[in-house]
């Protein structure tokens, strides 16, 4: 086939804010995932019955206690009734375990109180999951009758295993018939770029790999919840962390505790250099529940008070709050999205009164906000449209020309989800090249499409609830997906203006080519679905010079089934190679089942 660019023209230039991430807590991307808190249900929220993931070690019976609350907001304690004077306590098992690796510290805290007559320390300490092996622990002592918050530091030994088959215990010996209380048990690791209450590293490195200009959140049906109770609450996710009562997150079937509130996400951006993109609720819920009008009004102000809690100035009510919450810079929020996937509400409602309600409120107080709306509506003009689309490699292949033709006179297009489908619990390498293929016909079109983020970004490969996910891990470690790599290849290798790119010739091949005003670099993607390799003669004409050496990043692999998995982390990464004889025109051949980004000097 022959590849015509366009060299010397640039048709529009590459938003700056093109590659964003979106996310939610779905498949325990946060709780037991991002958000790295290693013990399951560590405030005794879970479930109003039993101390889910809590069991007891030696002679001691465990059950909640609604009579003994920390607080408020959580509601009731684990009590722990010990019965001999032998080693006893209770014991969590973490998010499918606890991982162990050589030195690795731990920051413990609780609060605990125990009756009358107990003595002694309390023993915190990460052990085998059969109890055979301490790897680390320490003694807390001062447990009295009334909650006090303790804290320990806990340090791996260098000749400890690498495994996620241990526990953490609480212990206590020679109390027969004593009782301890215990709430909000932390058990964190080391944090990326040891922020307090911060983020998992191993993942944020790999986030920081695909350079996102914005991050959608936080969600997703998980903003919306199943019904307009279980929302995200905002309110409720912010402020210290034993304050946060947690919700059920019944959109994907389990608890979050909120570790990752408002203040979390929000400093997930700042660690990336990453702008928000805020979700605020809207009115509507998963199982079809809608806010009548005459109700809305405080779910509108709860918007108006969240933009501000994140953007404020620190006199004003909500940013003071946030002040008060550790971060007194306010973030830069440009984008707010009303709501999420409204097209379902049949009622009629978003267009009817939610969207113009939430758009005239916001764009009051804050008049250069841009409003996302997420389905078509023609009550107001929405600044952006978030559409979004899960679909088969083969469909994304053939639809990279999508929006070739769409109107340019409406709303711009953010594409806010978007995922080929093949692999699981996460995309294959088919799906990459279906992923390339959709992407170059987004960044082709980016004088429309200003924004894009993939769908969903993380999956514990323990709960593999969603079919395909760009990032697996487990308690140990992760990987990136071949659409992961895919992504990174094209994140990372572009110019800021896109140029004119034609290919003519078999193999269903899609092309988007750019240049870097300030370098004159010229990248081109050439993304080949076909199980042929294919030489490509590239024409660049209007083009000043091209050095004879350039680059070619190619991300393929023998079979489209191939795939990256926790055990087999790099089956499926880029290569880069150095390649000779370039010039205004040139031949290069793709191999089959595979992305290409040709950088050109
Ligand atoms: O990405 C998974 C889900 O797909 C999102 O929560 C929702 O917005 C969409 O339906």
Request: proline share 6%.
């Amino acid at each position: 086939g022959t590849l015509s660019v366009d060299a010397g023209t640039s048709l529009h230039s590459l938003p700056s804010t093109f590659f964003g991430l979106m996310t939610e807590d779905i498949n325990h991307s946060m709780t037991g995932g991002l958000y790295p808190e290693l013990i399951n249900n560590r405030s005794m929220m879970a479930d109003a019955s039993k101390p889910v993931e809590w069991s007891a070690v030696g002679d001691a019976a465990i059950s909640l206690d609604p009579g003994n609350p920390l607080n408020t907001a959580l509601t009731r304690s684990l009590k722990v009734d010990i019965s001999s004077t032998a080693r006893a306590g209770v014991a969590n098992g973490g998010y499918w375990g606890v991982p162990v690796t050589p030195r690795k510290t731990y920051k413990v805290s609780f609060f605990a109180k125990a009756s009358a007559g107990f003595s002694g320390p309390l023993t915190v300490g990460v052990e085998s999951a059969d109890g055979a092996k301490v790897y680390a622990s320490a003694d807390v002592h001062g447990v009295g009758g009334d909650w006090k918050r303790f804290t320990a530091t806990l340090r791996t030994r260098a000749d400890a295993p690498t495994t996620a088959d241990a526990r953490f215990v609480v212990s206590t010996s020679g109390n027969a018939g004593r009782t301890l209380w215990l709430d909000n048990v932390s058990l964190f690791p080391p944090t990326y770029k040891n922020v307090k209450n911060g983020l998992r590293p191993d993942l944020m490195k790999l986030f920081a790999g695909l350079k996102p200009a914005f991050i959608r959140e936080p969600g997703g049906n998980y903003l919306e919840g199943n019904t307009i109770g279980t929302r995200f609450d905002w309110k409720k996710t912010i402020g210290p962390v034993w304050t946060r009562p947690g919700h059920p997150d019944d959109a994907w079937g389990y608890w979050s505790t909120d570790g990752m509130g408002l203040l979390e996400y929000l400093e997930w951006c700042e660690q990336l250099g990453a702008e928000p993109m805020l979700a605020v609720y809207a009115g509507y819920s998963l199982n079809g529940s809608h806010v009548a009008q005459d109700q809305l009004p405080p779910y509108v102000q709860d918007a108006l008070d969240e933009i501000e809690y994140a953007t404020g100035p620190v006199t004003s009510t909500w940013g003071k709050k946030r002040a008060q919450d550790g971060h007194p810079a306010p973030f830069r929020i440009r984008y707010v999205e009303v709501g999420n996937e409204d097209w379902f509400d049949r009622s009629g409602s978003y267009n009817g009164y939610r969207f113009p309600m939430f758009y005239d409120a916001i764009k009051k107080a804050y008049p250069s906000m841009q409003v996302i709306a997420t389905t078509g509506v023609t009550s107001r003009t929405p600044d952006i449209l978030d559409d979004h689309y899960y679909q088969s490699p083969g469909w994304m292949n053939t639809h990279a020309n999508l929006y070739d033709g769409h109107s340019r006179s409406g709303p711009k297009i953010l594409v806010g989800e978007w995922a080929s489908q093949e692999g699981a619990p996460t995309p294959d390498l088919n799906a990459a090249i279906g992923d390339a293929s959709w992407l170059t016909g987004l960044e082709r079109n980016s004088d429309l499409v200003i924004q894009e983020a993939y769908a969903p970004m993380l999956v514990n490969v323990h709960d593999d609830r969603w079919k395909t996910n760009l990032i697996g891990f487990d308690a140990l470690t992760s990987y990136g997906s071949p659409s992961y790599y895919a992504q990174r290849m094209l994140a990372n290798k572009h110019g800021d203006q896109v140029i004119g790119a034609t290919y003519t010739g078999v193999g269903g091949i899609n092309v988007v080519a750019t240049k870097d005003s300030r370098s004159g670099r010229i990248y081109l993607t050439v993304v080949n679905p076909s199980s042929a390799s294919q030489p490509v003669a590239v024409d660049l004409g209007g083009v000043g010079h091209i050095g004879p050496k350039g680059t070619a990043t190619v991300l393929s692999s023998a079979h489209p089934t191939d795939t990256n998995t926790i055990s087999q982390p790099a089956n499926v990464v880029p290569k880069t190679t150095t390649v000779t004889g370039l010039g205004s025109t040139f031949t290069h051949t793709v191999p089959a089942y595979s992305v290409t980004v040709l950088t050109l000097n």
